[in-house]
């Protein structure tokens, strides 16, 4: 059997678009189609919702979170205040031969295999740098390098008719609609400091090489969290953070890029040191490192990575990456932890002369900002990746049972002797609770291996024994292991299996 090995990824990749999970967008029919865009197809979409309604069961809900919706379109306005028309931006150079643009400290870093970070350093260093350690063009080999661009990654627009240059872009971050609403939802939700907002959104950013499918998009989407709070009262999650007590954190601090080594800090330890800055923020950081233990990522492939001066985004004071580690990808941020200050709103204040202030036992305080910002596209690429498993009888996903595109599948043994009849009425009386798949072509073992390369945790079959003594099988697709039970327990067994017993005692 192999787990996560070396080759999974192609192999994913290749099932996710033989069996719907996602693909390529427009290239089955237009092969030049522009990189970066992917369709989720019905078992891909399906997860998806599911991982958003967890997030909004175990983070929202619990901390009273104020979701909303903004545009993917908003004014250039906006982003000069928010400083992205100034600061996000890669860095271009050309080949002197071949004229490939490429991104300057990707070369570099692929070429020297450095953890080393280059973001710091300025176009000239970097350009000495390529053309001192000869890095050489991917493409043809050349080693000549005309001068570093700056290219900025928003996709700009011209709304309207009259427009005739861009006013408009695509957000490249659902933050800055949160922000520039943030005063009239904490008014309309009666809020007070700590605020929670949140947004479910697309975004969009013109990589200059998007590659390896869901990791680096054009187009993708993020769960945010918005925390504003008061930075002189965080008091309020001194006793939020005993829920924690002895939870151990996973962090690779700046001083240890070089060994990679992986400092452990319980809560109160991280909290005390100073290393986490505040309550609210040891507490978020330890909500997400759990809730993702909960979608089934192992702790000891987790960890916070400490970005470094130069590294950090231009918002931020503090700043992680929540990271998981896979044999075919290393380590890969799967969401964005940053302590924004009151970088936003005080930027919004100044370009559009609202003050964003707000009443707090302590008077007018403009909020500061935390955000923990999930890339839900990764996640989903990286829990394929985790779950794959190849035998010499069968490929399956292992996913976390509630994860699953179908909970259960449905089959008459054969199609024949009245059991398809008796298989349909069985899954429609449980399609009432469970997300149900019915399939009664072909071989029962090829529908089992269907169902197993698509992470379907249960299969239920109706055969002959069905019509005499009204029992059904359930099949466990890890152990591929099956048990009788009555139909009218089959329910109750299903539910007790999904929410993770094992098969015997369902
Ligand atoms: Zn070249």
């Given at each position: 059997m192999t787990g996560p090995g070396a080759s999974a990824f192609n192999e994913v990749v290749a099932l996710a678009a033989r069996r719907g999970f996602f693909w390529p967008s427009s290239r089955d029919l237009y092969s030049d189609a522009p990189a970066g865009f992917w369709v989720y197809g019905p078992l891909g979409l399906r997860v998806k919702n599911k991982i958003i309604d967890m997030w909004r069961r175990r983070i929202l809900a619990r901390e009273g979170a104020q979701e909303i919706e903004t545009p993917s379109v908003l004014p250039l306005k906006v982003f000069e205040a928010s400083g992205h028309l100034e600061h996000f931006f890669d860095r271009l150079v050309e080949c002197g031969r071949c004229h490939s643009r490429l991104r300057a400290d990707k070369l570099l870093e692929e070429a020297t295999g450095s953890q080393i970070s280059l973001e710091g350093l300025s176009d000239e260093e970097l350009h000495d740098l390529l053309v001192g350690r000869g890095v050489r063009c991917?493409?043809?080999?050349?080693s000549e390098w005309t001068g570093i661009r700056r290219f900025n990654l928003m996709f700009t627009l011209a709304v309207g008719a009259e427009a005739e240059s861009p006013n408009a872009a695509l957000r490249p971050e659902t933050t800055q609609g949160s922000v520039v609403e943030f005063k009239r939802t904490f008014t309309v939700s009666r809020g007070k400091l700590p605020f929670v907002m949140a947004q479910v959104g697309r975004v969009y950013r013109n990589e200059i090489s998007p590659r390896r499918a869901l990791l680096r998009m054009r187009e993708f989407q993020q769960l945010e969290v918005h925390v504003f709070f008061d930075p002189e009262d965080t008091s309020a999650y001194e006793s939020k953070l005993a829920e924690f007590s002895g939870y151990r954190l996973r962090f690779l601090r700046g001083e240890d890029r070089e060994t990679g080594e992986i400092t452990e800090m319980t809560v109160e330890e991280a909290l005390s040191s100073g290393y986490t800055v505040n309550p609210l923020i040891t507490y978020w950081l330890a909500l997400y490192q759990r809730f993702f233990e909960e979608l089934?990522?192992?702790?000891?492939?987790l960890r916070y990575r400490e970005l470094l001066e130069g590294e950090?985004?231009?918002?931020?004071?503090v700043h992680w990456d929540l990271e998981v580690y896979t044999e075919d990808l290393g380590w890969v941020e799967l969401v964005n932890n940053a302590y924004r200050t009151d970088y936003d709103l005080s930027g919004h204040s100044r370009v559009s002369g609202v003050d964003l202030s707000v009443d707090t036992p302590r008077g007018k305080v403009l909020p500061h900002l935390y955000e923990p910002s999930i890339g839900i596209d990764r996640v989903i690429l990286h829990l394929l990746l985790l779950s794959y498993r190849r035998d010499e009888r069968r490929v399956w996903l292992a996913l976390p049972r509630e994860l699953a595109p179908y909970d259960v599948a449905v089959f008459p043994l054969v199609k024949k002797d009245g059991l398809p009849e008796r298989a349909v009425e069985v899954a429609r009386r449980l399609s009432r609770e469970f997300a149900v798949f019915y399939d009664d072509k072909g071989s029962i073992g090829k529908r089992y291996r269907r169902m197993d390369e698509v992470g379907t945790p249960a299969c239920v079959t109706v055969d002959h024994r069905t019509l005499e003594d009204s029992t059904v099988t359930i099949r466990d697709r890890d152990t591929m292991e099956q048990v009788r039970v009555p139909e009218e327990r089959l329910a109750d067994s299903l539910r007790r299996f999904l929410s993770g017993a094992d098969l015997r005692e369902a």
């Open positions: 991917p493409v043809c080999g050349a089934g990522f192992p702790r000891d492939r950090k985004a231009h918002y931020a004071l």
